[in-house]
């Protein structure tokens, strides 16, 4: 079944915020690039681990006035672009009750076998666009964190690359530490 046949959309333009509410709650993630509707399934244990732990790490270093949110949650800066970081850090003012309309100051997104296209080009492109400081990319089956920082020139720079047991000591958004392969809980064992 295409979108249009389950939504009522036009054929032949893009893909708009306000068309998002009329997808369907089947389990998918749906978010826009610039227009583009990308259709995700349904993220597996690994994946949700690894998120929900790096929530917990994000948290409990948090200082006041900012404000961790675990997906699904909308990033919006315009009306045709609509993404759900499966973590983010953002400023407590700079959040409405239904989304962040700006750029958060940290991404982090969870690879899966059907989003790391999307999260490693795509969505790293549209981040990089909108101003996000700080982007970070998990591998839960490598148990590697990438960290990308965005230069004064818009672009994403490899900061940092730690695997296992080794350490990062972030400064950005605030000072946090990780080791990658805490972030699978009992999976680790």
């Known amino acids: 079944m295409t ?3 389950f939504t009522g959309l036009t054929s032949g333009r ?4 306000r068309d998002l509410e009329a997808m369907p709650d089947d389990g ?29 790490v994000l948290r409990a270093a948090r200082p006041d006035g900012f404000v961790v949110v675990a997906a699904p949650f909308a990033v919006q800066p315009s009306d045709s672009t609509e993404l759900q970081p499966d973590v983010l850090v953002g400023r407590f ?5 239904k989304n962040l309309p700006v750029a958060p100051l940290l991404v982090v997104e ?19 666009r909108m ?13 590697t964190l990438t960290v990308f920082e965005l230069t004064s020139e818009g672009a994403y720079e490899l900061l940092a690359k ?17 080791v990658p392969r805490a972030l699978l809980g009992q999976l680790a064992d």
């Open 110 to 128: 969870v690879l899966s076998p059907s989003t790391a296209l999307n999260d490693l080009n795509y969505k790293k492109a549209a981040y990089a």
């Open 28 to 56: 998918h993630r749906y978010e826009l690039i610039d227009g583009t509707l990308i259709v995700s399934p349904a993220p597996g244990w690994r994946h949700q681990t690894v998120a929900g732990e790096l929530f917990v």
């Open 3 to 5: 979108a249009e046949a």
């Open 14 to 17: 893009a893909f708009t915020v």
């Open 162 to 178: 730690v695997s296992g047991d080794e350490i990062f000591q972030a400064d950005k958004p605030y000072p946090v530490t990780v």
């Open 93 to 97: 003012d700079d959040f409405t009750e």
């Open 131 to 143: 101003g996000v400081a700080s982007y970070w990319v998990i591998d839960p089956v490598s148990v």
